[in-house]
């Protein structure tokens, strides 16, 4: 005998209303998107629940996968029969045998199928003993079992499921939307880009970057970030921007304590101009209150200023430790922590003010005229298309 089928469950789907379809279509077509190396497979949805039918698929790579897509609460191996006691029992036994490190055991059935001729109760206590007389020193526990195996009786067939398995939880991507992602080659955008999809959106990223100040090593490892994040949803569209021109004229022309906040409403200004572009409705970027000088209240006062558009932060009261943990859990930590110089802290002044003045910002920036600059930039963006597996294409590539 072999499980047969995936159980999938939905979870916060369940509280969406009218939206509820969408949501579950969305989800129908992520799970398939991330399947397509199993031809053998089959999906389906009903109201509460989605099965694959495995046809002979090893499901383990397929559980594993499927723990990664959001919109999914919780998700089991389960084993369909036909309403037949018989081969209910037998498949019970299976799961509770295959299951390790299990003592004690609790069966729950739910007869959706009330043409099955026993009872809910009295079917509990049939497969129950079964399982007693089939296995030696397991015992039932109907108050913390080490294993609850649910037995749901439906007209069509039967479904028997043991461990339920936690999966990725938040929305479907897909379901809300889309965001730009501001995304660098440090510890916190990747994280507030798997944070954002989480909720159901789809990103793009931006990353500005200032050859030859920075290094193609650098460019590199902004890729292998955004290619990580297209594990969690979908390929990954990214804008590398040349920046160096417009640093240096920041770095020649304004006061040093103010380069870095200019600095940072000009990568903000350039984000919303390619956000309107893509058709795109927010920002997201990786700051977290008081981490640096440009992330201080007056700080992001000053540079939220040059943008209508809704800024998203996902990590903006999250310590450091809970960021570096999530970036651990998603595995960008270590391609994060690669040593590659950032635009931003090459220019770096030596004494960023911590405290700028939106008023004094403003006057400086008067005095630059960076029209030129910033026309020239979106011209000669670079745009490439990350998918799992990197198979990179886009505007510049096709260039060359
Ligand atoms: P990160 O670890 O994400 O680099 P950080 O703590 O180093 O963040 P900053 O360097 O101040 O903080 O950047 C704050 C946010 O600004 C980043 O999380 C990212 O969203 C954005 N950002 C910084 N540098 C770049 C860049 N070169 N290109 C695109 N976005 C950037
Ligand atoms: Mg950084």
Do not use: W
Not at 5 to 32: M, T, W
């Amino acid at each position: 005998m072999l499980y047969d089928h995936i159980v999938i469950r939905y979870g916060e789907l369940s509280l969406k209303g009218k939206n509820r379809k969408v949501f579950i279509n969305q989800l129908h077509e992520n799970v398939r998107n991330k399947l397509t190396d199993f031809p053998e497979i089959k999906i389906k949805n009903t109201r509460d629940r989605m099965t694959i039918l495995l046809n002979g698929t090893d499901p383990e790579p397929v559980m594993k996968i499927c723990q990664s897509i959001f919109g999914i609460q919780n998700l089991s191996l389960a084993i369909k029969t036909e309403n037949d006691v018989e081969e209910i029992k037998e498949s019970a036994l299976f799961a509770l045998q295959e299951a390790n490190h299990v003592q004690t055991f609790k069966i729950t059935t739910r007869r959706a199928n009330k043409e099955f001729p026993i009872g809910s109760q009295e079917f509990n206590h049939v497969i129950g003993s079964h399982l007693l007389t089939n296995t030696e020193e397991i015992m039932v526990n109907v108050h913390q079992p080490d294993i609850e195996l649910h037995i749901d009786i439906r007209k069509d067939a039967t479904y028997i499921t043991s461990q339920k398995i936690k999966g990725a939880g938040g929305l479907p991507v897909g379901t809300s939307g889309k965001s730009l992602l501001l995304l660098s080659g440090g510890i916190d955008s990747p994280v507030a880009g798997y944070l954002t999809m989480r909720r159901g959106v789809k990103i793009e990223a931006v990353h500005f970057h200032s050859p030859p100040y920075t290094s193609e090593a650098a460019k590199q490892k902004v890729l292998d970030l955004a290619e990580l994040l297209t594990q969690f949803g979908h390929d990954v569209k990214v804008h590398m921007v040349p920046f160096t021109a417009l640093q240096q004229k920041i770095h020649r022309e304004i006061p040093h304590g103010y380069s870095m906040t200019v600095m940072r409403r000009m990568m903000l200004k350039i984000s919303e101009k390619i956000a309107k572009q893509e058709n795109i409705l927010s920002i997201t970027t990786g700051e977290s209150l008081g981490q640096v000088a440009s992330q201080t209240m007056e700080s992001m006062h000053a540079i939220n200023d040059v943008t209508n558009f809704p800024v998203i932060r996902p990590l903006i009261a999250m310590d450091k430790e809970a960021i570096i943990e999530i970036a651990q859990q998603i595995e960008s930590y270590d391609i994060s922590i690669r040593p590659f110089e950032d635009c931003c802290t090459i220019f770096v002044p030596i004494a960023p003010k911590t405290k700028p003045k939106r008023e004094k910002v403003i006057l400086f920036e008067n005095k630059l005229d960076v029209t030129k600059e910033i026309e020239e930039i979106m011209k000669t963006i670079e745009v490439v298309t990350v998918s799992k597996n990197s198979a990179v294409e886009g505007s510049m590539a096709d260039l060359f």
